[in-house]
């Protein structure tokens, strides 16, 4: 092999390389998604809060996140408890998401409230999320939207674990009003057990928030 044929294989190897390294950095800046998303439309129990004009007040934090921790389950070892970490509100809520169709989605949301929770030992980790949106419609479009495997989803909020799998996740979108809450559980360390059904209920607990809106509202 002549010299200048090693050195134009020397050349392609290195843009190969190059190329694909270029890529594998394109493809880890896009957002994580959920392996396995569920979409909940709303139903006639939250005809109360249909639209922001029946439930005006904006959600707070205290009123979300109101205890240290989420559990499910009736005892022994079928009880799963998750901790609370670091809560936000977010004015914007296309901070939390990605994607075009979602990001369209949540246009005329007014608020997005966001925290995460992982288990005492450190094994799953989750994050939820609830929505402000004009009305039931709204949120319906919203929740096809982020099931739909679109291409985009909810944003994964700084300080979650860097163990967080998205790829053996699961995701529970519902409309419930004007509202829409996302619970996204994921394995985040070694030993995490393979189902994370008690988990979603966990989180779906905070919804207790939107419950106690419909009360106030009837």
Request: glycine content about 10%.
């Amino acid at each position: 092999m002549s010299r200048r044929t090693i050195t134009i294989t020397v050349v392609a190897v290195c843009l190969l390389a190059v190329g694909a390294g270029a890529l594998a950095w394109v493809l880890a800046q896009d957002p994580p998604q959920a392996a396995v998303v569920r979409g909940d439309p709303s139903s006639a129990v939250y005809k109360p809060i249909a639209t922001r004009a029946l439930d005006p007040s904006p959600l707070t934090v205290p009123e979300v996140f109101t205890a240290a921790r989420v559990t499910s389950g009736r005892g022994g070892a079928g009880v799963v408890t998750m901790n609370r970490g670091r809560t936000e509100a977010l004015a914007d809520c296309e901070e939390a998401v990605w994607g075009e169709v979602v990001t369209t989605a949540v246009a005329g949301c007014t608020q997005a409230l966001r925290g995460g929770y992982t288990t005492p030992d450190g094994r799953v980790a989750g994050q939820f999320v609830i929505f402000n949106l004009a009305d039931a419609s709204a949120a319906d479009r919203l929740v096809a939207a982020l099931a739909g495997r679109t291409g985009g989803f909810v944003r994964l909020a700084a300080g979650m674990p860097g163990g967080f799998d998205p790829t053996h996740s699961r995701a529970h979108a519902q409309a419930l009003g004007h509202y829409v809450t996302v619970s996204w559980t994921a394995p985040a360390a070694e030993g995490a057990p393979a189902d994370l059904t008690r988990h979603l209920l966990a989180l779906d607990t905070l919804g207790q928030a939107v419950q106690n809106r419909v009360v106030a509202a009837v």
